[in-house]
Protein backbone atom coordinates (compact mmCIF):
# COMPACT_ATOMS: atom_id res chain seq x y z
CA UNK A 1 0.00 0.00 0.00
CA UNK A 2 1.11 3.12 -0.68
CA UNK A 3 3.09 5.71 2.00
CA UNK A 4 -0.18 7.96 2.23
CA UNK A 5 -2.09 5.18 3.16
CA UNK A 6 -0.21 4.11 5.75
CA UNK A 7 0.09 7.67 7.18
CA UNK A 8 -3.86 7.93 7.10
CA UNK A 9 -4.13 4.79 8.58
CA UNK A 10 -1.51 6.21 11.66
CA UNK A 11 -3.81 9.24 11.80
CA UNK A 12 -7.03 7.12 11.93
CA UNK A 13 -5.56 5.20 14.68
CA UNK A 14 -4.74 8.48 16.93
CA UNK A 15 -8.32 9.78 16.16
CA UNK A 16 -9.90 6.73 17.44
CA UNK A 17 -8.12 6.34 20.75
CA UNK A 18 -5.94 4.55 22.66
CA UNK A 19 -4.16 1.04 22.03
CA UNK A 20 -6.68 -1.01 23.83
CA UNK A 21 -7.80 -4.45 23.37
CA UNK A 22 -5.79 -7.88 24.01
CA UNK A 23 -4.20 -9.82 21.62
CA UNK A 24 -2.94 -12.77 20.66
CA UNK A 25 0.50 -13.24 18.21
CA UNK A 26 1.03 -15.69 15.51
CA UNK A 27 2.94 -15.87 11.80
CA UNK A 28 1.47 -16.73 8.41
CA UNK A 29 4.72 -17.34 6.13
CA UNK A 30 7.56 -14.58 6.71
CA UNK A 31 4.79 -12.35 8.18
CA UNK A 32 4.84 -11.52 12.02
CA UNK A 33 1.54 -10.00 12.54
CA UNK A 34 -1.57 -9.56 15.61
CA UNK A 35 -4.63 -11.58 15.38
CA UNK A 36 -7.08 -10.41 17.86
CA UNK A 37 -8.56 -13.20 20.12
CA UNK A 38 -12.65 -12.14 20.61
CA UNK A 39 -13.00 -14.10 23.92
CA UNK A 40 -9.67 -12.72 25.57
CA UNK A 41 -10.92 -8.99 25.22
CA UNK A 42 -12.02 -8.19 29.16
CA UNK A 43 -14.24 -6.19 30.67
CA UNK A 44 -11.02 -4.55 31.89
CA UNK A 45 -10.38 -3.78 28.52
CA UNK A 46 -14.06 -2.55 28.18
CA UNK A 47 -13.97 0.07 30.90
CA UNK A 48 -10.63 1.15 29.97
CA UNK A 49 -12.32 2.74 27.16
CA UNK A 50 -13.34 6.30 26.78
CA UNK A 51 -17.33 7.32 26.63
CA UNK A 52 -18.08 10.98 25.55
CA UNK A 53 -21.48 12.13 26.37
CA UNK A 54 -23.68 14.58 24.52
CA UNK A 55 -26.83 15.73 26.03
CA UNK A 56 -28.03 19.15 26.87
CA UNK A 57 -29.92 17.83 29.33
CA UNK A 58 -27.88 17.92 32.22
CA UNK A 59 -30.11 15.95 34.62
CA UNK A 60 -29.91 12.86 31.56
CA UNK A 61 -25.75 13.44 31.39
CA UNK A 62 -25.90 12.95 35.44
CA UNK A 63 -28.18 9.43 35.00
CA UNK A 64 -25.50 8.29 32.84
CA UNK A 65 -22.42 9.21 34.58
CA UNK A 66 -24.08 7.40 37.30
CA UNK A 67 -24.69 4.28 35.59
CA UNK A 68 -21.18 4.30 34.42
CA UNK A 69 -19.32 5.08 37.52
CA UNK A 70 -21.45 2.51 39.29
CA UNK A 71 -20.45 -0.07 36.42
CA UNK A 72 -16.77 0.90 36.57
CA UNK A 73 -16.76 2.86 33.54
CA UNK A 74 -15.08 5.91 35.29
CA UNK A 75 -13.34 6.71 31.98
CA UNK A 76 -15.96 9.62 30.73
CA UNK A 77 -16.63 12.87 30.44
CA UNK A 78 -20.06 15.10 28.91
CA UNK A 79 -20.77 18.39 27.06
CA UNK A 80 -23.87 20.09 26.89
CA UNK A 81 -22.99 22.08 24.04
CA UNK A 82 -23.27 20.31 21.34
CA UNK A 83 -21.45 23.06 19.09
CA UNK A 84 -18.41 22.23 20.52
CA UNK A 85 -18.75 18.56 19.97
CA UNK A 86 -16.57 18.05 16.98
CA UNK A 87 -13.68 20.11 18.80
CA UNK A 88 -14.11 18.15 22.25
CA UNK A 89 -14.49 14.65 19.77
CA UNK A 90 -11.17 15.37 18.17
CA UNK A 91 -9.16 16.56 21.27
CA UNK A 92 -10.17 13.61 23.80
CA UNK A 93 -10.10 10.99 21.32
CA UNK A 94 -13.55 9.19 22.60
CA UNK A 95 -13.97 5.33 21.78
CA UNK A 96 -17.88 5.48 22.47
CA UNK A 97 -20.27 8.30 21.93
CA UNK A 98 -23.58 8.53 23.57
CA UNK A 99 -25.51 11.46 21.37
CA UNK A 100 -28.97 13.17 22.24
CA UNK A 101 -30.52 14.08 18.95
CA UNK A 102 -33.09 17.28 19.99
CA UNK A 103 -30.19 19.84 21.11
CA UNK A 104 -29.93 23.97 20.72
CA UNK A 105 -27.80 25.17 18.27
CA UNK A 106 -26.58 22.09 16.61
CA UNK A 107 -28.70 19.05 16.62
CA UNK A 108 -28.01 15.73 16.95
CA UNK A 109 -27.94 15.02 13.62
CA UNK A 110 -25.50 17.52 12.57
CA UNK A 111 -23.17 16.31 15.33
CA UNK A 112 -23.30 13.03 12.96
CA UNK A 113 -22.71 14.72 9.31
CA UNK A 114 -19.65 16.62 11.11
CA UNK A 115 -18.68 13.67 12.18
CA UNK A 116 -18.95 11.93 9.41
CA UNK A 117 -16.84 14.69 7.79
CA UNK A 118 -14.06 15.35 9.71
CA UNK A 119 -12.45 11.66 10.47
CA UNK A 120 -10.82 9.26 7.84
CA UNK A 121 -13.49 7.35 6.13
CA UNK A 122 -11.77 4.09 7.36
CA UNK A 123 -12.51 5.36 10.96
CA UNK A 124 -15.12 3.67 13.03
CA UNK A 125 -16.41 5.88 16.27
CA UNK A 126 -19.56 4.15 17.37
CA UNK A 127 -22.14 6.40 18.28
CA UNK A 128 -25.33 5.11 20.63
CA UNK A 129 -28.35 7.56 20.03
CA UNK A 130 -30.03 8.17 22.81
CA UNK A 131 -33.28 10.20 22.59
CA UNK A 132 -36.90 10.24 23.70
CA UNK A 133 -37.89 10.24 19.77
CA UNK A 134 -39.88 7.55 19.43
CA UNK A 135 -40.60 7.37 15.40
CA UNK A 136 -39.20 4.94 13.78
CA UNK A 137 -38.26 7.18 10.56
CA UNK A 138 -35.97 9.16 12.83
CA UNK A 139 -34.47 6.40 14.13
CA UNK A 140 -33.74 5.37 10.29
CA UNK A 141 -32.56 8.94 9.57
CA UNK A 142 -30.58 8.52 12.41
CA UNK A 143 -28.81 5.12 11.27
CA UNK A 144 -28.41 6.77 8.09
CA UNK A 145 -26.54 9.79 9.26
CA UNK A 146 -23.79 7.27 10.67
CA UNK A 147 -25.45 6.27 14.27
CA UNK A 148 -24.28 2.80 14.90
CA UNK A 149 -27.10 2.04 17.19
CA UNK A 150 -30.53 3.59 18.47
CA UNK A 151 -31.94 3.35 22.12
CA UNK A 152 -35.04 4.96 23.42
CA UNK A 153 -36.04 6.82 26.54
CA UNK A 154 -36.58 5.90 29.18
CA UNK A 155 -34.37 3.22 28.69
CA UNK A 156 -33.53 -0.19 30.61
CA UNK A 157 -30.68 -0.03 32.43
CA UNK A 158 -29.67 -3.20 31.53
CA UNK A 159 -29.96 -2.99 27.89
CA UNK A 160 -27.95 0.26 27.98
CA UNK A 161 -24.97 -1.62 29.42
CA UNK A 162 -25.21 -4.58 27.12
CA UNK A 163 -25.18 -1.64 24.10
CA UNK A 164 -22.04 0.08 25.61
CA UNK A 165 -20.34 -3.28 25.81
CA UNK A 166 -21.09 -4.45 22.33
CA UNK A 167 -20.03 -1.22 20.39
CA UNK A 168 -17.08 -1.03 22.81
CA UNK A 169 -16.31 -4.43 21.57
CA UNK A 170 -16.40 -3.70 18.40
CA UNK A 171 -14.30 -0.62 18.63
CA UNK A 172 -11.52 -2.43 20.30
CA UNK A 173 -11.68 -5.12 17.79
CA UNK A 174 -11.79 -2.76 14.75
CA UNK A 175 -8.24 -1.07 16.43
CA UNK A 176 -6.74 -4.37 16.63
CA UNK A 177 -7.88 -4.98 13.04
CA UNK A 178 -6.16 -1.51 11.98
CA UNK A 179 -3.34 -2.32 13.40
CA UNK A 180 -3.08 -5.84 12.10
CA UNK A 181 -3.61 -3.91 8.61
CA UNK A 182 -0.62 -1.00 9.48
CA UNK A 183 1.64 -3.88 10.10
CA UNK A 184 0.75 -5.63 7.50
CA UNK A 185 1.25 -2.71 4.79
CA UNK A 186 4.51 -2.36 6.58
CA UNK A 187 5.42 -5.45 6.27
CA UNK A 188 4.72 -5.96 2.54
CA UNK A 189 6.68 -2.48 1.92
CA UNK A 190 9.62 -4.14 3.71
CA UNK A 191 9.20 -7.41 1.47
CA UNK A 192 8.78 -5.33 -1.82
CA UNK A 193 11.82 -3.16 -1.06
CA UNK A 194 13.96 -6.35 -0.54
CA UNK A 195 12.62 -7.80 -3.66
CA UNK A 196 13.28 -5.16 -5.40
CA UNK A 197 16.89 -5.03 -3.96
CA UNK A 198 16.86 -9.09 -4.81
CA UNK A 199 15.75 -7.90 -8.08
CA UNK A 200 18.33 -5.55 -8.93
CA UNK A 201 21.19 -7.98 -7.67
CA UNK A 202 19.69 -10.88 -9.78
CA UNK A 203 19.58 -8.45 -13.04
CA UNK A 204 23.71 -7.67 -11.97
CA UNK A 205 24.37 -10.86 -11.66
CA UNK A 206 22.89 -12.00 -14.61
CA UNK A 207 24.47 -8.87 -16.68
CA UNK A 208 28.42 -10.32 -15.04
CA UNK A 209 27.38 -13.70 -16.14
CA UNK A 210 26.35 -12.84 -19.52
CA UNK A 211 29.56 -10.77 -19.46
CA UNK A 212 31.63 -14.02 -18.88
CA UNK A 213 29.99 -16.31 -21.20
CA UNK A 214 30.68 -13.56 -23.61
CA UNK A 215 34.21 -13.53 -22.79
CA UNK A 216 34.24 -17.40 -22.44
CA UNK A 217 32.71 -17.68 -26.20
CA UNK A 218 35.40 -15.17 -27.07
CA UNK A 219 38.30 -16.90 -26.06
CA UNK A 220 36.96 -20.37 -27.47
CA UNK A 221 36.33 -18.58 -30.54
CA UNK A 222 40.10 -17.53 -30.15
CA UNK A 223 41.18 -21.18 -29.82
CA UNK A 224 39.15 -21.91 -32.67
CA UNK A 225 41.13 -19.43 -35.00
CA UNK A 226 43.98 -21.16 -33.62
CA UNK A 227 43.02 -24.68 -33.98
CA UNK A 228 42.85 -23.53 -38.04
CA UNK A 229 45.38 -21.76 -38.55
CA UNK A 230 47.71 -24.35 -36.91
CA UNK A 231 46.32 -26.96 -39.12
CA UNK A 232 47.48 -24.18 -42.12
CA UNK A 233 50.78 -23.86 -40.20
CA UNK A 234 51.85 -26.84 -39.81
CA UNK A 235 52.01 -27.77 -43.84
CA UNK A 236 54.05 -24.24 -44.06
CA UNK A 237 56.53 -24.83 -40.97
CA UNK A 238 56.48 -28.86 -42.07
CA UNK A 239 57.74 -27.86 -45.58
CA UNK A 240 59.90 -24.62 -44.92
CA UNK A 241 61.53 -27.02 -42.46
CA UNK A 242 62.16 -29.85 -44.87
CA UNK A 243 63.51 -27.64 -47.39
CA UNK A 244 66.13 -25.63 -44.69
CA UNK A 245 67.42 -28.72 -43.22
CA UNK A 246 67.90 -30.07 -46.50
CA UNK A 247 69.27 -27.77 -48.84
CA UNK A 248 70.43 -30.00 -51.35
CA UNK A 249 66.71 -30.45 -52.07
CA UNK A 250 66.64 -26.71 -53.53
CA UNK A 251 68.86 -27.96 -56.37
CA UNK A 252 65.71 -30.11 -57.63
CA UNK A 253 63.37 -27.82 -59.01
CA UNK A 254 60.25 -29.82 -59.49
CA UNK A 255 60.46 -31.02 -56.14
CA UNK A 256 61.06 -27.59 -54.55
CA UNK A 257 58.15 -25.68 -56.72
CA UNK A 258 55.99 -28.42 -55.41
CA UNK A 259 56.77 -28.26 -51.63
CA UNK A 260 56.57 -24.30 -52.64
CA UNK A 261 53.18 -24.86 -53.62
CA UNK A 262 52.10 -26.84 -51.24
CA UNK A 263 53.17 -24.38 -48.96
CA UNK A 264 51.37 -21.08 -51.45
CA UNK A 265 47.99 -22.67 -50.79
CA UNK A 266 48.21 -23.68 -47.09
CA UNK A 267 48.52 -19.83 -46.75
CA UNK A 268 45.99 -18.75 -48.61
CA UNK A 269 43.63 -21.01 -47.00
CA UNK A 270 44.62 -19.62 -43.57
CA UNK A 271 44.01 -16.50 -45.27
CA UNK A 272 40.45 -17.40 -45.65
CA UNK A 273 39.99 -19.53 -41.67
CA UNK A 274 38.77 -15.65 -40.02
CA UNK A 275 36.03 -15.06 -42.44
CA UNK A 276 35.07 -18.92 -42.27
CA UNK A 277 34.91 -18.93 -38.65
CA UNK A 278 31.23 -17.87 -38.71
CA UNK A 279 30.07 -20.19 -40.80
CA UNK A 280 29.92 -23.57 -38.87
CA UNK A 281 26.18 -23.61 -39.87
CA UNK A 282 25.52 -21.10 -42.54
CA UNK A 283 23.50 -22.01 -45.86
CA UNK A 284 24.87 -21.05 -49.29
CA UNK A 285 24.65 -17.31 -49.92
CA UNK A 286 24.29 -15.77 -53.46
CA UNK A 287 27.67 -14.43 -52.88
CA UNK A 288 28.97 -17.73 -52.69
CA UNK A 289 31.29 -18.43 -56.02
CA UNK A 290 30.57 -22.58 -56.63
CA UNK A 291 32.66 -23.96 -59.37
CA UNK A 292 33.37 -27.35 -61.06
CA UNK A 293 35.98 -28.99 -58.19
CA UNK A 294 37.35 -32.72 -59.05
CA UNK A 295 36.92 -33.73 -55.46
CA UNK A 296 39.79 -36.34 -56.11
CA UNK A 297 42.34 -33.70 -56.75
CA UNK A 298 41.10 -31.88 -53.44
CA UNK A 299 41.82 -35.36 -51.78
CA UNK A 300 45.06 -35.72 -52.96
CA UNK A 301 45.93 -32.00 -52.19
CA UNK A 302 44.70 -32.48 -48.47
CA UNK A 303 46.67 -35.58 -48.28
CA UNK A 304 49.72 -33.26 -49.11
CA UNK A 305 48.98 -30.56 -47.04
CA UNK A 306 48.93 -32.97 -43.67
CA UNK A 307 51.84 -34.77 -44.53
CA UNK A 308 53.73 -32.99 -41.80
CA UNK A 309 51.52 -34.34 -39.03
CA UNK A 310 50.77 -37.74 -40.18
CA UNK A 311 54.06 -38.90 -40.89
CA UNK A 312 56.72 -36.56 -39.99
CA UNK A 313 55.39 -35.66 -36.66
CA UNK A 314 54.08 -39.55 -36.11
CA UNK A 315 57.40 -40.65 -36.84
CA UNK A 316 58.83 -38.34 -34.13
CA UNK A 317 56.31 -39.31 -31.65
CA UNK A 318 57.21 -43.22 -32.55
CA UNK A 319 53.92 -43.81 -34.64
CA UNK A 320 53.50 -45.20 -37.54
CA UNK A 321 50.91 -43.74 -39.65
CA UNK A 322 49.85 -44.70 -43.74
CA UNK A 323 47.72 -43.12 -45.42
CA UNK A 324 45.93 -45.38 -48.30
CA UNK A 325 44.12 -43.91 -50.94
CA UNK A 326 41.61 -45.52 -53.04
CA UNK A 327 40.13 -43.39 -56.00
CA UNK A 328 37.61 -44.14 -58.48
CA UNK A 329 37.21 -42.08 -61.41
CA UNK A 330 34.82 -39.20 -59.93
CA UNK A 331 32.65 -36.77 -62.02
CA UNK A 332 32.79 -32.85 -60.65
CA UNK A 333 30.98 -31.23 -57.51
CA UNK A 334 30.09 -27.87 -57.53
CA UNK A 335 31.71 -26.39 -54.85
CA UNK A 336 34.75 -24.14 -52.91
CA UNK A 337 38.00 -25.29 -53.62
CA UNK A 338 39.57 -23.91 -50.49
CA UNK A 339 36.76 -24.72 -48.14
CA UNK A 340 36.08 -28.42 -49.11
CA UNK A 341 40.24 -28.78 -48.57
CA UNK A 342 39.87 -27.36 -45.15
CA UNK A 343 37.49 -29.91 -44.65
CA UNK A 344 39.23 -32.70 -45.60
CA UNK A 345 42.21 -31.48 -43.48
CA UNK A 346 40.30 -31.56 -40.31
CA UNK A 347 39.19 -35.08 -40.88
CA UNK A 348 42.21 -36.46 -41.59
CA UNK A 349 44.27 -34.41 -38.76
CA UNK A 350 40.98 -35.84 -36.74
CA UNK A 351 42.23 -39.82 -37.91
CA UNK A 352 45.22 -39.04 -37.25
CA UNK A 353 44.70 -37.62 -33.57
CA UNK A 354 42.65 -40.84 -33.25
CA UNK A 355 45.26 -43.07 -33.70
CA UNK A 356 47.89 -42.70 -30.50
CA UNK A 357 49.69 -45.99 -31.57
CA UNK A 358 49.84 -45.52 -35.16
CA UNK A 359 47.56 -47.03 -37.82
CA UNK A 360 45.47 -46.61 -41.33
CA UNK A 361 44.02 -44.08 -42.63
CA UNK A 362 42.07 -45.01 -45.69
CA UNK A 363 40.01 -42.19 -48.38
CA UNK A 364 37.89 -43.66 -51.06
CA UNK A 365 36.06 -42.20 -53.12
CA UNK A 366 33.42 -43.21 -55.97
CA UNK A 367 30.74 -42.53 -58.17
CA UNK A 368 27.08 -43.75 -57.16
CA UNK A 369 23.58 -42.83 -58.58
CA UNK A 370 24.42 -38.92 -59.79
CA UNK A 371 26.61 -38.53 -56.31
CA UNK A 372 29.82 -38.34 -55.79
CA UNK A 373 30.46 -40.45 -52.26
CA UNK A 374 33.85 -39.92 -50.22
CA UNK A 375 35.22 -42.01 -47.46
CA UNK A 376 37.64 -41.72 -44.80
CA UNK A 377 38.04 -44.74 -42.38
CA UNK A 378 41.24 -44.86 -39.19
CA UNK A 379 41.73 -47.72 -37.55
CA UNK A 380 42.02 -45.46 -34.24
CA UNK A 381 40.16 -45.84 -30.77
CA UNK A 382 36.76 -45.21 -32.17
CA UNK A 383 33.83 -43.37 -30.39
CA UNK A 384 31.19 -44.22 -27.73
CA UNK A 385 27.53 -43.39 -29.36
CA UNK A 386 27.26 -40.90 -26.90
CA UNK A 387 30.69 -39.07 -28.11
CA UNK A 388 29.33 -40.13 -31.75
CA UNK A 389 26.39 -38.21 -31.52
CA UNK A 390 27.90 -35.03 -30.20
CA UNK A 391 30.88 -34.90 -31.99
CA UNK A 392 29.20 -32.49 -34.44
CA UNK A 393 28.70 -30.00 -32.09
CA UNK A 394 29.96 -26.79 -31.64
CA UNK A 395 33.14 -26.67 -28.70
CA UNK A 396 32.59 -30.05 -27.86
CA UNK A 397 36.13 -31.83 -27.54
CA UNK A 398 37.45 -34.78 -26.15
CA UNK A 399 41.05 -33.68 -26.43
CA UNK A 400 40.90 -31.68 -23.36
CA UNK A 401 43.48 -28.50 -23.63
CA UNK A 402 44.31 -29.80 -26.96
CA UNK A 403 41.67 -29.72 -28.95
CA UNK A 404 38.97 -26.45 -29.12
CA UNK A 405 35.81 -29.41 -30.58
CA UNK A 406 35.30 -26.64 -33.69
CA UNK A 407 37.36 -28.98 -36.41
CA UNK A 408 34.17 -31.31 -37.12
CA UNK A 409 31.49 -28.32 -36.77
CA UNK A 410 33.36 -26.24 -39.16
CA UNK A 411 33.38 -29.64 -41.07
CA UNK A 412 29.79 -30.37 -41.51
CA UNK A 413 29.03 -26.54 -42.10
CA UNK A 414 31.00 -26.88 -45.21
CA UNK A 415 29.36 -30.15 -46.02
CA UNK A 416 26.18 -28.67 -45.48
CA UNK A 417 27.07 -25.63 -47.65
CA UNK A 418 27.62 -27.66 -50.73
CA UNK A 419 24.30 -29.48 -49.97
CA UNK A 420 26.28 -33.04 -48.82
CA UNK A 421 25.26 -35.44 -46.30
CA UNK A 422 27.42 -36.78 -43.33
CA UNK A 423 27.28 -39.89 -42.15
CA UNK A 424 29.28 -41.48 -38.72
CA UNK A 425 30.41 -45.03 -38.46
CA UNK A 426 32.04 -45.64 -35.15
CA UNK A 427 33.04 -48.28 -32.22
CA UNK A 428 34.93 -48.37 -29.48
CA UNK A 429 38.74 -49.68 -30.24
CA UNK A 430 37.27 -50.40 -33.52
CA UNK A 431 38.06 -47.10 -35.42
CA UNK A 432 35.83 -44.56 -37.28
CA UNK A 433 34.48 -44.05 -40.85
CA UNK A 434 33.07 -40.33 -41.97
CA UNK A 435 31.11 -41.30 -45.11
CA UNK A 436 30.31 -37.40 -47.33
CA UNK A 437 28.23 -37.03 -50.15
CA UNK A 438 28.05 -34.78 -52.58
CA UNK A 439 25.51 -34.27 -55.56
CA UNK A 440 27.45 -34.65 -58.89
CA UNK A 441 27.42 -31.36 -60.93
CA UNK A 442 24.83 -31.18 -63.43
CA UNK A 443 26.33 -30.03 -66.84
CA UNK A 444 26.33 -26.23 -66.91
CA UNK A 445 26.23 -25.80 -63.19
CA UNK A 446 29.90 -24.33 -62.53
CA UNK A 447 31.09 -20.93 -63.35
CA UNK A 448 31.61 -20.99 -67.16
CA UNK A 449 31.41 -24.10 -66.83
CA UNK A 450 35.09 -24.90 -65.96
CA UNK A 451 36.96 -26.47 -63.35
CA UNK A 452 37.91 -24.54 -60.54
CA UNK A 453 41.51 -23.58 -59.62
CA UNK A 454 42.33 -26.17 -56.73
Known amino acids: MKEGAVARKLKANAVFG ?109 VLVVTGESNPKTKRKSLAAGATDFLQKPFDISELLMRIRNLLRTRLLHLELQKQNIVLEQKVSERTVELSSALTELKQTQNQIVQQERLRAFGEMAGGVV ?83 WKTQALTSRRKIEVELDLKKLPPVSGNPAELREALT ?56 KGTGLGLSMVFGIIKRHNGTLDIESAVDRGSTFRIRFPAESEGMATDGAKAKS
Open 227 to 309: HDFNNSLVSIIGYSDLLLNNPDILADRSITVGHLKTMNTAGRDAAQVVSRLRNFYRSRESEDIFAAVDLNEVIEQSVSLTQPK
Open 346 to 401: NLIFNAVDAMPAGGTVTLRSRAENNAVLFEISDTGTGMSEDVRTRCLEPFFSTKGD
Open 18 to 126: PKTGAHADFETEDFSVTRTNVSSITEDDLKQARILIIDDDVGMICLLQNVLDRTGFANHTSLTDSREAIQRILEWLPDLILLDLNMPHVSGFDVLHELRTNLPPNAFLP
